[in-house]
């Protein structure tokens, strides 16, 4: 069974009409890239697959339950998929290790001491178990973005969203961040990840989406879309990528 | 009219509320205290007495200790009548609602018998006459009286008789004071040619604190002094009237004439020399203490309910952000001084609670401070970047966690800045509790300043004693801050 199913998804935000008719299909242990550009509507793709928005029309299932607007039940949502924002939004007033561990303590009831087991663990996966008592403002970008990732692995997700995770990095430190998660895909977490970082989407995406004013223009392997693009819309936009 | 009568200083609001509460506690049916008895047998009883005890040689505080002619005056017809008495020292502002409200059986605060007054109280026979005079430097022998003042500068006390006085010579140019030994201040300092006031007061304060001023020419008014009574008091006003009559009769009433008013009184008594540091010390401390006291206990009962009412504004349900806003709106935008009156006078009668004096004083600076609270903690919670409470929700919490471990905590830390001015702004307002008798820094200052007739030596003195009492909330804020930021 399909992890995550959308259909006919319509996105609105007053008039503009930000997802207009999106169908999309994720299986377990798939890695999903989404390209396209600023204001295709990527984002908001992957914020209503996280349950941070409710679509407009249409359906978004995941893990085989709807997506609506009942607060018990976006919860048990959030629980099971796990978002990585540009931003990173550490918790300024934790340290890393709090950071991971708060809502395994708060919302899953763990213990104290298994949590920071955990968190450990995590901090280590991402390669920062020697940061575990700084806070964020300690941490350069990467190391914050990293963070973010072991935050929301400790909630043991089903899905893992990224939301341009390397936008906002200075870009020797985009590597740490991307390098994390080809580890993540290799140990087979399902994936949808938004990013410019073509390499990323070559080396690691099972496929690739390009999305444009609010629908899927094309879709195929990373081979099919990146290097062999049949869409017009496509091609320019890739074209321009490479001018930068 | 005595030169206090009209010395209200709060606003329009607050005088259209006294209005509303004047009428509302005469309104037939209230449930107003039975008077001590209604068969004019008062032996054993409890007469309890209002006075507003800055007003030597009438009423005084004088080492803790209430004197004064109304005082002793007030104990004489209580001896008469076989009845103890009880001394209550409040603000003169906030004695007649208080009396009318049942918090007390007299008023004797040298209170003139006015016609405007008597149709609301009720007065015994007149016990002092008294009358504005002129009061002139020493060394300035050109003031001889009223007319000699015309083309020159007096000083008054503001709305009071002495107006009246002054209006019919236009060519004298008047300068209103808050209190009186301001006025004299001035006049003593060369600004002013006269000060017109009340005549036993002035001798007072010349006698015991400004030894380079006179009192001159002769008594401009005449005023009866008068015990007030709620007017429905019949029984007790027939007592008191014949507790005077006999007291004139057995020579009591003239010999305590005599010791307060008599010229071998007014000879012998030596003024007091320089201002007694020690005593004023511990009394500002114990007002200190109490403006403390009841600054931290509203701040610590303000702080949760004003995070409390800030996080109702957020609330889902209409009803309960928008009581929450209105409670804002209505503590915030109304004076807090009509806020302590309303607690205290209008309260007891609207629900049949009564509430100790200092009870309402915390209640009424608690409620206030949270209305400001609740925005200060709004703004801070705003100020918190939303992708916080996106990251929280993304991880599976509820609102309430999300608030609770990731909002709270960050709001709090940018709140600290202002709450501190709050807690600041909090201890100095906490003077207008005065109102309700409690004798706190201000009061304290206030009843130290007329005793003494030294208001420069006390005033500066009072300001002192505020930062001593504002230094420790400042550190601790301070202190607080540091350990936060500590952690970033």
Known sequence: MALVEVRNLHKRFGAVDVLRGVDLTVQPGEVVVFVGPSGCGKSTLLRCLCGLELPSEGEVMVGGVPVRDDAVALQALHRRVGMVFQRFHLFPHLSALQNVTLAPRKVLGMPDAEAEALGRRMLSMVHLGDRADAFPAQLSGGQQQRVAIARALAMKPELMLFDEPTSALDPELVGEVLEVMRELAREGMTMCVVTHEMGFAADVAHRVLFLDGGRVVEEGTPQQVLREPKQPRTREFLSRLLQR | ?488
């Open chain 2, 1 to 488: 009219m005595h030169p206090r009568f009209l010395r209200f200083r709060p606003s329009v609001a607050g005088l259209a509320f006294l209005g509303l509460l004047w009428g509302l506690v005469l309104a037939p049916g209230c449930g107003r205290k039975e008077a001590p008895s209604a068969t004019g047998d008062f032996r054993g009883r409890t007469l309890r007495i209002g006075t507003d005890a800055t007003y030597p040689p009438f009423e005084s505080v004088h080492d803790g200790e209430l004197v004064g002619f109304d005082v002793e005056l007030g104990n004489l017809v209580g001896e008469e009548l076989g009845a103890r008495v009880e001394w209550t020292n409040t603000s003169f502002d906030g004695v007649f609602p208080a009396l009318l409200a049942g918090k007390f059986d007299l008023v004797m605060s040298a209170v003139t018998i006015t016609p405007e007054r008597q149709e609301r109280l009720a007065f015994s026979d007149p016990y002092y006459t008294a009358g504005q005079r002129v009061a002139a430097r020493q060394d300035d022998l050109s003031i001889t009286g009223i007319e000699s003042l015309r083309g020159k500068v007096a000083g008054i006390q503001i709305n009071t008789t002495a107006a009246l006085v002054l209006q019919k010579l236009p060519d004298v140019q008047v300068r209103q004071y808050p209190s009186i030994d301001l006025a004299l201040q001035d006049l003593l300092n060369g600004n002013l040619a006269g000060v017109v006031g009340d005549s036993p007061t002035l001798r007072y304060f010349i006698h015991h604190g400004f030894q380079g001023l006179r009192t001159t020419g002769d008594l401009l008014t005449e005023e009866h002094y008068g015990i007030v009574m709620r007017p429905d008091d019949v029984a007790l006003r027939t007592a008191v009237n014949g507790a005077l009559k006999r007291l004139r009769d057995s020579g009591r009433f003239a010999a305590l004439e005599e010791k307060y008013f008599g010229a071998a009184a007014q000879q012998a008594r030596p003024a007091l020399s320089g201002v007694p540091w020690g005593s004023v010390a511990r009394r500002l401390l114990r007002g200190m203490a109490l403006t403390l006291g009841l600054t931290v206990l509203a701040l610590l009962a303000g702080l949760p309910l004003g995070l409390g009412v800030a996080l109702g504004r957020r609330a889902k349900p209409k009803v309960v952000s928008w009581l929450c806003g209105a409670y804002v709106e209505v503590l915030r935008g109304t004076p807090l001084l009509v806020q302590i009156i309303f607690i205290y006078y209008a309260l007891p009668q609207l629900l049949g609670v009564d509430l100790a004096p200092f009870l309402a004083a915390v209640l009424a600076l608690t409620l206030n401070s949270a209305a400001y609270v609740a925005e200060i903690f709004r703004a801070g919670i705003a100020s918190v970047d939303p992708g916080q409470a996106e990251a929280a929700r993304a991880l599976g919490m509820s609102s309430a966690q999300a608030m609770r471990f990731v909002i709270l905590p960050q709001a709090v830390r940018n709140v600290l800045p202002p709450l501190t001015n709050e807690g600041i702004a909090l201890l100095k307002d906490s003077s207008l509790v005065s109102i309700i008798g409690m004798a706190e820094l201000t009061r304290s200052g206030q009843e130290l300043a007329s005793q003494l007739a030294a208001p420069l030596a006390i005033w500066p003195l009072v300001a002192v004693f505020y930062l001593l009492a504002t230094l420790p909330l400042t550190r601790l804020a301070a202190a607080l801050e540091r350990r936060l930021q500590n952690q970033r």
